[in-house]
């Protein structure tokens, strides 16, 4: 007990990661007391996943689970119940979350609980927004834009969450109703219903404001920034991004301070404004390489090169999208490759740099360096020859200017074809000689794959139909047996080691850091109707699915980028700058009319 409750005050204090260790030494200690038992299975759990080992928080929640359930224990399962679904769902595993989060929901019910009640509604709406953001980052969709299943499932945690509300109104707990204000909130900025997302960030708002949150009071600014960036009323989201990074400041946070400044230098680019844009991006970028993020450091790189671009500094731009290529390269970010490529082949025509392939080997870092020591080339405009229309070219031409939304391969197919044009003729002979490999290798592979099948034939058991000798009162039939000696032998040996792989699987009542089973067995035997059914199990066991080797380690992340605010509208930002696109693109010069031609032609 001793060792539980100074784990106990260590986790309160924030140290989790000493206060897991009284806790486990509890359990090495051992104890009779069931209750005790369960509570230090409860703490270890949630300290755990504090400290983002939920494979043991997985473990000790269930064993909560176990132990309230065998002692008749309502309100216990109902705790570890909610417990275990949000482990789960934070392990993705939302299907099995939302089987814990319903049990705890229809015990707090039975029970007339309604503060309990009011959690698991919380929770189940969290599983549902997280199941659907989820499915939603699989494709490249914009708030308002998914797929018919992101939609039922936010449309899920909307009500989840609508139901939450009235409870805790009822409850008159002000912090509650906030919480889920701001959730709905980020709900409906998904579903795309953006004034209603803006009615409930203003409620969340002034409930910040009532407690004195500056955390909740940045976190609703950040947000109704972004629904009214969505309802195209840029001046009404500066207003928002720049109280937000003014709280930033006040809390001394320098991740929060970029990211508001990374979403008012957007928002002043789509207002047109490129020298704020410039000066609010420059401190991003400044922050992000303080802080060695360089997914954000990538991101400042890339909106610098386009607002010099669009104020026409090519020279100035290059280095940022030589930068941002350079980034994108290092952490995998395709996506980003594809757009410094095109960024680069823009400025090469505006520049009138021929060799493209020196630009992108550049290594040192030239945004660092001051103007007139950044390595550029230019051609004689003498000698400069129009460009060749690609495809993709002429079709921009004919939008207007706007870049057409095409796969990324084409893209990649559009740049290599700018950048290699003139190696085509050349290779001409080489192309005909790879042909010709390709079909010799298609024949190699047929006769490959005839070779294949005789062998996959030998590999087969072969199955002997025998004839069965009539015999009275029975049909004629045939009767199939293996061929293989010792069949009969060897079917056993697999039945008993099924059988005992089968026995390995089940749950049993062992609980680590109980010194006797015999407590656990005297509590059976008086409540025989206590001992988990069938359908308990059976939820177990689907949790236990969850516990593979590869989730025994904290969930795997994508790359960090502190600087970079989590509702990004990076891809709304890049969809509407490529509708401006011609005024942002040096066209080639047209060449003046030949006065001899309209002379011929009289």
């Not at 209603?196 to 404001?209: F, N, T």
């Not at 060897?490 to 089940?506: E, K, N, T």
């Amino acid at each position: 007990m001793e060792l539980a409750l100074e784990g106990e005050r260590l986790c309160k204090a924030g140290d989790c990661q000493t206060g897991v260790q009284f806790f486990e030494a509890a359990v090495q200690a051992g104890t009779d007391d069931l209750k005790t038992l369960s509570a230090i299975y409860s703490q270890l759990g949630n300290a755990y996943f504090y400290l983002q080992e939920y494979g043991k928080a997985l473990d000790y929640h269930k064993l909560d689970l176990t132990l309230a359930r065998t002692l008749g224990d309502m309100i216990g399962e109902a705790k570890a119940s909610g417990n275990l679904g949000n482990t789960l769902k934070v392990l993705q595993k939302f299907d099995e979350a939302i089987a814990c989060c319903n049990r705890h929901l229809e015990i707090s019910r039975q029970l007339s609980d309604k503060v309990g009640e009011a959690r698991a509604l919380y929770n189940l709406g969290n599983v549902y927004h997280a199941k659907g953001k989820h499915m939603g980052k699989c494709g490249d969709q914009d708030p308002g834009e998914f797929p018919l299943e992101v939609k039922e499932a936010l449309q899920k945690a909307a009500e989840y969450y609508e139901e939450n509300l009235r409870l805790v109104k009822e409850l008159s707990d002000k912090a509650a109703q906030g919480r889920a204000c701001g959730n709905l909130g980020n709900t409906h900025y998904l579903l795309g219903n953006f004034k209603l997302a803006i009615r409930y960030h203003e409620e969340r708002l002034s409930i910040a404001k009532e407690f004195g949150d500056k955390s909740a009071e940045r976190r609703a600014y950040s947000n109704l920034g972004n629904a009214h960036i969505f309802l195209n009323e840029f001046e009404t989201a500066c207003d928002d991004y720049r109280k937000s990074l003014q709280i930033a400041k006040q809390l001394g946070d320098k991740a929060l301070e970029a990211q508001a400044c990374y979403s008012l230098g957007n928002t002043y680019t789509l207002l047109r404004d490129y020298e704020k844009a410039i000066e609010y991006h420059l401190r991003h970028l400044e922050i992000a390489r303080e802080l060695e993020d360089r997914v954000g450091e990538g991101r400042a790189c890339w909106s610098l090169g386009n607002a010099h671009k669009a104020l026409g500094h090519h020279e100035e731009a290059l280095p940022y999208a030589n930068k941002h290529l350079q980034i994108s390269r290092e952490i995998g970010d395709e996506t980003g490759q594809l757009t410094a490529e095109m960024n680069l082949v823009d400025l090469q025509t505006a520049l009138g740099i021929t060799d493209l392939h020196d630009i992108k080997l550049q290594t040192k870092d030239e945004t660092d360096l001051p103007l007139s020591r950044r390595p550029f080339r230019r051609h004689s405009m003498e000698n400069m020859e129009l460009m060749k229309l690609t495809p993709d070219k002429k079709a921009e031409l004919m939008n207007g200017g706007a870049r057409p939304k095409v796969p990324k391969f084409q893209k990649a197919a559009s740049v290599a074809t700018e950048s290699d044009l003139s190696l085509n003729n050349r290779n001409k002979e080489k192309l005909q000689s790879i042909q010709q490999v390709s079909f010799d290798d298609e024949s190699f592979f047929d006769l490959l794959s005839k070779f294949q099948s005789r062998r996959l034939d030998d590999q087969r058991c072969s199955i002997q139909v025998e004839p069965v000798t009539p015999r009275t009162g029975t049909d004629n039939s045939k009767r199939v047996t293996v061929s293989s000696p010792g069949a009969q032998e060897f079917l056993d040996m697999v039945a008993g080691i099924q059988s005992s792989r089968m026995d390995d699987q089940r749950a049993d009542l062992r609980f680590p850091g109980l010194n006797s089973q015999d407590v656990i067995d005297q509590i059976l035997q008086q409540k025989e109707e206590n001992v988990p059914d069938d359908n308990f199990f059976e939820m177990l066991m689907r949790c236990q699915g969850t516990r593979m080797e590869d989730q025994r380690s904290s969930i795997p992340v994508s790359r960090p980028a502190p600087t970079v605010p989590d509702e990004d509208f990076f891809s709304l930002i890049q969809k509407v700058q490529s509708s401006r696109l011609d005024e942002q693109r040096t066209q080639a010069p047209k060449q003046p009319p030949d006065p001899g031609k309209k002379n011929r032609k009289k």
